[in-house]
Antibody, heavy 120, light 111 residues
Framework: QVQLVQSGSELKKPGASVKVSCKAS????????INWVRQAPGQGLEWMGW????????TYAQGFTGRFVFSLDTSVTTTYLQISSLKAEDTAIYYC?????????????WGQGTLLTVSS | QSVLTQPPSVSGAPGQRVTISCTGS?????????VHWYQQLPGTAPKLLIY???NRPSGVPDRFSGSMSGTSGSLAISGLLAEDEATYYC???????????FGTGTKVTVL
């Protein structure tokens, strides 16, 4: 069965960096893009962008350029989200989600989420 | 703020039917992009509930149904159960923003 398993919660100080992982299993990794979605405390879902699993080319939504980097390692079917120069407002749950573009453009499977807390 | 607007909350007694609206514009639904719906139970990740306006993934009860008309989508839950208490999000693509967008979210409470 399709599974996306994310790395555990992180507590970081402002100015530090963090790298969140999302390991995929149960499907052909290079056939589906992985997207990242942010959910701030008590807030809704916000699309951050995606990474092409074949070329590794990332696409970032507005507001997620500069400090945010998507990468992947196909040998271990894992996608990464790195955030640098962390700020308090980066505190959120970060989800990876598989993108199904075969007919309908949906996020059909989601990771369990990684809680990032940025606090001094 | 999101370009897809949902009511903040809806409620209903067990067994009743509730509907959730998702109002968009000519740059998303009006441009022909589909509406999809996700259910987020408390403390868990979102789960795909309806895709392509009115299709249910395997395992989703037929109590959940979706529709689309003009620039608005709608999710209906019939025979409401306590386990349906969750926040529901609509989602689509917006051609003006060139981004995937989520609705503001609707919390469903079972009375």
């Amino acid at each position: 069965q399709v599974q996306l398993v994310q790395s555990g919660s992180e507590l970081k100080k402002p100015g530090a960096s963090v790298k969140v992982s999302c390991k995929a299993s149960g499907y052909t990794f290079t056939n589906y893009a992985i997207n990242w979605v942010r959910q701030a405390p008590g807030q809704g879902l916000e699309w951050m962008g995606w990474i092409n699993p074949t070329t590794g080319k990332p696409t970032y939504a507005q507001g997620f350029t500069g400090r945010f980097v998507f990468s992947l390692d196909t040998s271990v079917t894992t996608t990464y989200l790195q955030i640098s120069s962390l700020k308090a407002e980066d505190t959120a749950i970060y989800y990876c989600a598989r993108f199904d573009s075969s007919m309908y453009y949906t996020f059909d499977y989601w990771g369990q989420g990684t809680l990032l807390t940025v606090s001094s | 703020q999101s370009v897809l607007t949902q009511p903040p909350s809806v409620s209903g007694a067990p067994g009743q039917r509730v509907t959730i609206s998702c109002t968009g514009s000519n740059s998303n639904f009006g441009a022909g992009y589909d509406v999809h719906w996700y259910q987020q139970l408390p403390g868990t990740a979102p789960k795909l509930l309806i895709y392509g306006n009115n299709n249910r993934p395997s395992g989703v009860p037929d109590r959940f149904s979706g529709s689309m008309s003009g620039t608005s989508g709608s999710l209906a839950i019939s025979g409401l159960l306590a386990e349906d208490e969750a926040t529901y999000y609509c989602q689509s693509y917006d051609s003006s923003l060139s981004t995937y967008v989520f609705g503001t979210g609707t919390k469903v409470t079972v009375l």
